[in-house]
């Protein structure tokens, strides 16, 4: 069985502060692909990023930057410099391996970046 | 490039009706899910489809649920005899399979409300 847990339900910090999200996960199989996904107050799920458990490189794009430590389960999401455009909920998600293709997403963390 | 389609956007309807959504998936995307979000919640898998085979099914699909996929292209998502317990935001996404680490992009959604 696939879990994911983000544990921080809701975070507030004043613009231009840094703030990361957490994601620990579950899995069973040895190759698996991490996501994060954002999804503003319209709803639609916008798909940030994707992980492969054999690649263990941090990753940055521009203000977002991703941490993944295999050795603690872990797939940590930070945004450097927030700006109010960033105020969504944000889902991490992960996937098996081929054949297990379902994304269990998980509860998401409500991020208010307060001007 | 065209994004997910969703349609309805919204819906209410009455318990005991029928009602069916319509997907459709970028141009090309092989593979087509169904996932189900309730409030505060992540979403939820339903099933999926690779072309228009339905590979798999959740446990949470009750025999109330059917999904289409006829041509390959397009899906529908219907659900018989509404219940209370149905109304919740139905979102589609799809991706195409050429490597093990397809990312799958979302639609905007079918929010479903039964009175």
């Known amino acids: 069985a696939q879990k994911v847990t983000q544990a921080q339900t809701e975070i507030s910090v004043v613009e231009k502060e840094d703030v990361t999200l957490d994601c620990v996960y579950e899995t069973r199989d040895t190759t698996y692909y991490l996501f994060w996904y954002k999804q503003p107050p319209s709803g639609e799920l916008v798909f940030l990023i994707r992980?492969?458990?054999?690649?263990?490189q941090n990753e940055i794009s521009g203000r977002y930057s991703w941490n993944f430590q295999k050795s603690t389960s872990s797939f940590n999401f930070t945004i450097t410099a927030s700006q109010v455009v960033d105020s969504a909920v944000y889902f991490c998600a992960l996937r098996g391996n081929f054949g297990n293709e379902k994304l269990t997403f998980g509860t998401g963390t409500r991020l208010t970046i307060i001007p | 490039d065209t994004g997910v389609s969703q349609d309805p956007r919204h819906k209410i309807t009455k318990r005991g009706q029928n009602v069916t959504f319509r997907c459709d998936p970028i141009s090309e995307h092989n593979r087509l899910y169904w996932y189900r979000q309730t409030l505060g919640q992540g979403p939820e898998f339903l099933t999926y489809f690779q072309n228009e085979a339905q590979l798999e099914k959740s446990r949470l699909l009750s025999d109330r649920f059917s999904a289409e996929r006829p041509k390959g292209s397009f899906s529908t998502l219907e659900i018989q005899r509404t219940e209370q317990g149905d109304s919740a935001m139905y979102l589609c996404?799809?991706?195409?399979?050429?490597?093990?680490?397809?990312?799958?992009?979302f639609g905007p959604g079918t929010r479903l409300t039964v009175l």
């Open positions: 992980r492969n458990s054999f690649d263990e």
């Open positions: 996404a799809s991706s195409v399979s050429r490597t093990r680490a397809d990312t799958q992009y």
